[in-house]
């Protein structure tokens, strides 16, 4: 296979893993009726067409609480993969590791299919978890190993491209599917898809690095990172110079346990601009948006709740693409500034407007929070992973890095339907509340971006 196209493959390789993470994050958002007994609507044909359905109860019944419950088991799992990424990989190569990922991906995808249990929904959402906490941290890193230093940033951008092009993948699977028995099908497309990255993945001509920190280019000059990669088009990476042998990898337990960080400046500040991109994230509310978008657009449009939320994934989708031509002509810290405050301030006009019940206006603000996401807290904390800190340390800040973001992402999935409902008034106003909570914690997060990002 000639370089060009050995290199579009292995990256179109790569990002399936990404597309699985991010069609598991929706994956339940459209179909929460049917899979719950909310809604047993049924098509009168389905187990004529298919009699094995006879098998299978057409939902299974659960609270508020338990769907919270089982959404957040996904990034339980997650947490726990995203923990264990630096070692797996380490001994047993990138290609292995997401190889790995989507054999979890596919087993809990048909653990969900054929469940008719919800201790056997919660076990397969948590295996997938873990499958895609794998992802998290090699699909980033694998991607800059393949990836030439003059076109990095925006070839790191394409995992966020797959991840947002999987959440609208599920949204629209709903559409049809997001009826009783059919809802299975929403987790048997994801078992296929992992299936076929499983089939490519003997295709690659080599494994990737098993060292996410093994490949970089000579160009690529750690002292221009302070002024280049933060300010301006850049995507310089922190390299030992030529003349001192590099580094041996540094483990997440080694991390944790030997504190290096204190001996190392640079381990510092590039340690602590991927904790908070990572925590920034999370804590910007747009998983809480993506995973009850539905949800929260019933209190003011209750008939075209389903279609608002998947035209909010696809604006996602399509302001993602800005991003791969900005990260490297604008520059990293830019657009986190940017996104982060518009994040903050939609978040704000988000919770007036469905206290007020303001639908055109609440739904402009679901869209430019999104679109706001896209621009940079979206993409950028991943492509930054390989970037900010030392070779010797990428995989284990990385781990470190995505286990926060899970971490948070679980709490807020956790949270966010408890906590809006404890907001509301008794009368069951102020569903809008929840959101100045975001709105306080996007300007926190511009602040501490602006501050710990160096001039």
Known sequence: MPSTQHFAFSVGWIVISAFSYGYHISALNGAQDAISCRSNRARPDDQALYPSLSLLTPCIAMSDTLFGLLTSSYTV????????ASRVATGRGNRRTLVLSALAIAGGSLVMALANMFV?????????????????VLVP??????????IRGAIGVTNQLAIVLG????????????????????????????????????????????DPSSDRSDDDDPLDFEHEALLAPAHSIHLQPP????LPPLSLAQLLRDQPWKLDPALASGLAIVLITQLAQQLSGINAVLYYSTS?????????????SIFVTAINVLMTFPALFLVDKLGRKRLLVLSAGMMAGT?????????????????????????SFSLGLGPIPFVILSEVVPAYAVSAAGSLGLALNWAANFLVGLAFLPLRNRLATPDGDGDGNVFFIFTGLGALSTLLILRQFPR
């Not at 799992?77 to 264990?84: A, E, I, L, Q, T």
């Not at 629209?172 to 296929?192: D, E, G, Q, V, Y």
Request: aromatic residues 8%; contains cysteine.
């Open 347 to 371: 978040s704000l006009v988000l919770g007036v407007a469905i206290n007020h019940e303001l639908a055109h206006l609440s739904s402009l603000a679901i869209v430019l929070f999104v679109a």
């Open 141 to 150: 890193l694998s991607l800059a190993d393949v990836a030439p230093s003059t």
């Open 243 to 246: 003349s001192v042998p590099p």
């Open 167 to 210: 959440i609208f993948a599920a949204q629209i699977l709903s559409l049809p599917l997001a009826t009783a028995f059919r809802w299975r099908w929403i987790f048997a497309f994801s078992a296929l898809v992992s299936l076929l990255q499983l089939v490519l993945a003997p295709l690659l001509a080599a494994d990737l690095a098993a």
């Open 296 to 308: 929260i657009m019933k209190s003011v449009l209750p008939t075209k709740a389903l279609y608002i």
């Open 77 to 84: 799992g997650g947490f726990v993969g995203s923990m264990y």
């Open 120 to 136: 056997l929904l919660l076990l397969g959402r948590t295996l997938v978890g873990v499958g895609c906490g794998l992802t998290t």
